[in-house]
Structures are given as structure tokens and as C-alpha cells.
């Protein structure tokens, strides 16, 4: 390339629209995997969007784990839910969230980073290594009503979640 052609080239990366520079973009986590282009996408818009919600992919980055999330049904009342089939995989413990295929946009981000909230929450435990000890830890930490559970930290992340990303639409 000559002389003139990089200037160019540079000329033209600095004439870009400031807007391009606005959002960090963030790379998929290998960690995290969405089973649609619907999740994958709420995913890696919620990342780039969220501060929390990219610690939280962060987090699970450096864990054992690999959660997979999925369209499906919870319950009659619960639109995502952390599955307590915890499984093994050679070195990884591998995690699955549903969440209800009505759920899409803000809605599905938030509902998917409290999910990922739980499941910081069996990876950090060791000991967390199937269903019967999945159970057992929610049992000893968590409200529990029936078959749902529910942690303070949970619906914490969820809150922060919703706030950035309300934040993060105003400034669009």
C-alpha cells in the first residue's frame, strides 16, 4: 500500500460516526451458548449492553461450567428456570436454562441473566456436581416453594440488569 493509500485509510477510520465506537462490542462467550439465533442474539446484545450482565459471562468464562440456554417451558407460572440437572463432562459441569419462547428483547435479557445468576451460584459450590447435589444446595440456601427456588442475590443481579439496560436504551 502506498504512502497516500494509508492516509486514506486512516482518514477514513476517523471520519467513522462516533456512534460506531458507542457500544463495546463483545465476543461470544464460549462458556455460554444460546440453542437459537433469538438467544444467541439476546445474549450478545445483553453483554454489550450490560456491565453485570458481561461479569457475570465473565464469571462463568472462568468456571467449569457451560450453560446452555434453550426455548422451553418451566412451569405454569415460571418463564425461565435454571434446570437442577446438573451434568458431568470430562472436566466440565454442564448447566441448562430454559426460558419461554413468548419472551423475547429486554424481557428475555433480564430473564436470562438471573438464570445465569443461579448458575454462578452451582459453580461456585465444588461440590455441585448433579442433580441430588443441585437439589440439596438449594435446599440449604435458597427459598424454597415446591419445586421453585429463589435466592436475594438473584433477584438483585435481575434489578441491575434491568436498570443498565433501560440506561443503555435511553442513550441509544
Not at 461470544?28 to 451458548?33: C, D, G, N, T
Request: proline share 4%; charged share 25%; hydrophobic share 40%.
Amino acid at each position: 500500500m502506498g504512502r497516500s493509500a494509508g492516509w486514506i485509510a486512516i482518514a477514513l477510520v476517523l471520519a467513522l460516526p462516533s456512534w460506531t465506537h458507542a457500544r463495546p462490542q463483545v465476543d461470544a462467550s464460549p462458556r455460554v451458548r444460546g440453542s437459537s439465533p433469538e438467544i444467541t442474539q439476546a445474549i450478545e446484545q445483553a453483554q454489550n449492553e450490560s456491565p453485570t450482565f458481561r461479569d457475570l459471562i465473565a464469571t462463568i468464562d472462568r468456571s467449569d461450567g457451560i450453560v446452555y440456554v434453550h426455548h422451553g417451558q418451566c412451569g405454569r407460572t415460571v418463564l425461565a428456570c435454571l434446570l437442577l440437572a446438573v451434568t458431568r463432562a470430562g472436566l466440565y459441569r454442564m448447566l441448562h436454562i430454559r426460558v419461554d419462547p413468548r419472551r423475547y428483547g429486554h424481557a428475555l435479557m433480564v430473564d436470562i441473566g438471573h438464570e445465569l445468576s443461579h448458575a454462578i451460584e452451582l459453580l461456585t459450590e465444588p461440590k455441585v456436581v448433579d442433580t441430588n447435589t443441585a437439589h440439596n444446595f438449594y435446599q440449604r440456601s435458597a427459598a424454597v416453594e415446591r419445586y421453585n427456588f429463589e435466592t436475594q442475590a438473584a433477584i438483585d443481579i435481575e434489578l441491575k440488569i434491568d436498570k443498565e439496560l433501560r440506561e443503555w436504551a435511553k442513550r441509544r
